[in-house]
């Protein structure tokens, strides 16, 4: 039996209807890149949330999951999403509520159109294992509100088996072309940096990919003295006493 997607579709309720002229200027570009892109452990969908049902799906998707995309394409979204971990649903459906919540109420209309969005769970494959996925989800076309009603998703199968901590994010991407944090939420066990603020998560996030001091604050365009005053708060916070210490633990619960 599908999955019940009754929340998921109070979420992104919507009057609004898609200009299916638009959405094939899109669909034709992934078409074409798709012939010519090495395969890689992720596959690409669009996904029409008004319709409940899927405008693409890479061939990525049958050599990954082993599902056809005939099937995917045809019965809609319910029947990816059916195949979500039982655990893993609730909160599912809460990182898409609580995202759509945030955007709406804290993102200006005219930037969400630079806002980008990542989180994950377990689905189970054809083979019936469970993988870890995450996603990270561009929208593509919004509503006369500036509600994103159609999005573009890069979904990557993680090589760990792990059960992982459900994460929900939401970036923008800034003046200086780097994407800071707008929101960040563990919605599941806990983990040290869920005290940090936004730009604290965002300085932890450029330790973790090997940034210098200098970096960091030209990416955030702040000054190398404040970049250290939040790296000595973010080590009496986290109780550690070094920054290799922030990147040997981010490493290891897999955040970046």
């Known amino acids: 039996m599908g999955l019940n997607l009754e929340s998921y579709e109070k979420t992104f309720s919507t009057e609004a209807t898609i200009d299916y002229k638009a959405v094939d200027k899109h669909i034709k570009k992934l078409e074409e890149l798709d ?20 405008e693409y799906i890479c061939d990525n998707y049958e050599k990954l999951l082993g599902y056809k995309r005939k099937d995917a394409l045809e019965k809609g979204m319910s029947f990816h999403f059916s195949n979500i971990h039982p655990e893993d649903v609730p909160n599912w459906l809460l990182i898409l509520d609580e995202l759509m919540i945030f955007t709406m109420s804290n993102v200006p209309k005219e930037e969400r159109i630079h806002c980008v969005y990542s989180w994950n769970y377990r ?10 996925i995450q996603v990270h989800q561009t929208p593509l076309y919004f509503d006369s509100k500036g509600k994103p009603i159609l999005g573009f998703s890069q979904n990557t199968v993680m ?25 960040y939420k563990n919605y599941s066990e806990s983990l040290l940096i869920d005290c940090l603020s936004n730009r604290e998560f965002d ?27 939040h790296r000595k708060n973010i080590l009496s916070k986290l109780k550690f006493k070094s920054s290799i210490e922030i990147v040997n633990y981010c490493n290891q619960n897999h955040l970046f």
């Open 203 to 229: 300085i932890v996030r450029l330790l973790a990919k090997g940034h210098t001091t200098k970096e960091i604050s030209d990416k955030l365009n702040i000054s190398t003295h404040t970049t250290a005053t």
């Open 123 to 132: 689905l189970k494959n054809k083979k019936g294992k469970y993988v870890n």
């Open 35 to 54: 012939r010519y892109l090495p395969k890689m452990q992720s596959y690409i969908l669009v996904q029409n949330t008004v319709d409940q049902r899927y």
């Open 159 to 183: 090589g760990n088996v792990k059960k992982q901590p459900m994460v929900g994010v939401c970036k923008k991407l800034n003046d200086q072309n780097e994407y800071e944090t707008l929101f």
